[in-house]
């Protein structure tokens, strides 16, 4: 199980085809609404989550978290002792840690990109503290798995999806989607 993190000012394209992408490879995922179940996205779309974050458990059915970009949603997820509360235990765990867009920085901030390579919106490199960044759109690294941006939100599910239940399964919904790239 995953909790997609969304707070107000969060890229609404990046949490929803994320989510859309696992749901339909069968991988459960609730979204966790920062200070309330209803968020409002950085283009003012408003969201209702499954759950408010502060009623996240952190337990053994946890497989990672998922944090969207946009602004000035990474900044109220990383404000967030739930959403610090989250990276933690899954650092500590060997969990996944997924982020996309200006989103990477929280982890970077948080100290669990050192030694790995991590990709993020053009800009923020130098808050992916101690991160390698590589020059593709998406980028895994054991638990760890980023996304460049909006563009990138399809790839960045179908890599969580792959690294989740295997490239086969990745590569059959990748076939659905009707993918471009």
Not at 46 to 58: H, N, R, S
Not at 113 to 125: I, N
Request: aromatic share 6%; net charge negative.
């Amino acid at each position: 199980m995953f909790y997609l993190f969304m707070a107000d000012g969060t890229e609404e394209v990046e949490a929803i085809a994320t989510l859309d992408v696992l749901r339909r490879a069968g991988i459960e995922t609730l979204t966790a609404g920062i200070g309330s179940a209803y968020i409002t996205s950085s283009h003012n779309v408003t969201i209702k989550c499954d759950i408010e974050a502060k009623d996240i458990i952190l337990d053994s059915r946890l497989e990672g978290i998922i944090l969207p970009g946009g602004m000035p949603g990474t900044l109220n997820l990383e404000k967030d002792a739930n959403v610090q509360r989250a990276i933690k235990f899954c650092g500590e765990k060997s969990l996944y840690l997924c982020a996309i867009c200006a989103a990477p920085s929280v982890l970077g901030r948080a100290g669990v990109l050192r030694g790995r390579k991590a990709v993020c919106f053009p800009g923020f490199e130098n808050d992916l503290t101690g991160a390698e960044t590589p020059d593709c759109f998406v980028c895994s690294d054991g638990n760890v798995i980023t996304g460049r941006g909006m563009g990138c939100a399809i790839l960045f599910g179908l890599e969580i999806v792959k690294a989740v239940k295997g490239e086969d399964t990745a590569s059959k919904l990748k076939a659905t989607l009707q993918c471009a790239i």
